[in-house]
């Protein structure tokens, strides 16, 4: 027998500062309606710009990430090493500096790629919206808030409507996608 869970009642956020808030979008963005078309349009190129160079710079240090970490294997293969803790701290002194050595690349690497991962993430959470505002979809918070009624709780595999999906925005269209750029747009 398939169950579903419980359905609950759409309930839009009391403003367009609480709903960034829970987005995770810069308060920034809270007079965004305000904002001349230029304005908005220089805002969607800057995180577009921003989405392609953290893109490319991350799949940079993700290959050094996946480099270094078969270095390190290679390292322990060619020495024999089956675990850094068997090492002899005297003896195997060498060993033990290189592990070091490789070891901080291996978290600079890491930790680089997590800010670039966290800074993707929150541009791509905010291209939506800017695109969406640029076509004409979102004139108002109001316009999100319907949009959000409209399509909730709904499973767009699942759901077949004609044409429903071609009139839902970036904001909650599933097929929609950071690229390619939206047209009209400089970059």
């Not at 308060?27 to 809270?30: A, D, E, F, I, S």
């Not at 979102?138 to 319907?146: D, H, K, V, W």
């Given at each position: 027998m398939t169950t579903y869970p419980p359905y609950r009642e759409y309930v839009?956020?009391?403003?367009?500062?609480?709903w960034l808030e829970a987005r995770g979008l810069s308060?920034?963005?809270?007079d965004v309606f305000d904002w001349d078309r230029q304005d908005v349009?220089?805002?969607?190129?800057?995180?577009?710009r921003l989405h392609q160079t953290t893109d490319a710079e991350l799949t940079a240090v993700n290959a050094r990430f996946d480099r270094l970490f078969a270095e390190r294997i290679?390292?322990?293969d060619a020495h024999n090493i089956q675990h850094w803790k068997d090492l002899d701290s005297d003896k195997d002194a060498e060993h033990l500096e290189r592990k070091g050595e490789m070891f901080a690349?291996?978290?600079?690497?890491?930790h680089r790629r997590k800010e670039l991962q966290h800074t993707r993430d929150e541009v791509t959470r905010a291209i939506p919206l800017f695109a969406g505002i640029l076509n004409d979809f979102?004139?108002?918070?109001?316009?999100?808030?319907?949009e959000e009624r409209?399509?909730?709780?709904?499973?767009?595999?699942?759901?077949?409507?004609?044409g429903f999906w071609d009139k839902v925005g970036p904001l909650n269209d599933p097929?929609?996608?950071?690229?390619p750029k939206i047209s009209g747009t400089s970059v």
């Open positions: 839009p956020h009391p403003d367009f500062q609480s308060q920034t963005y809270v349009l220089e805002e969607y190129d800057r995180l577009f290679a390292y322990m690349a291996i978290a600079e690497t890491s979102y004139p108002n918070f109001e316009a999100i808030c319907a409209a399509t909730h709780f709904m499973n767009p595999p699942m759901i077949q409507l004609d097929n929609w996608g950071v690229l």
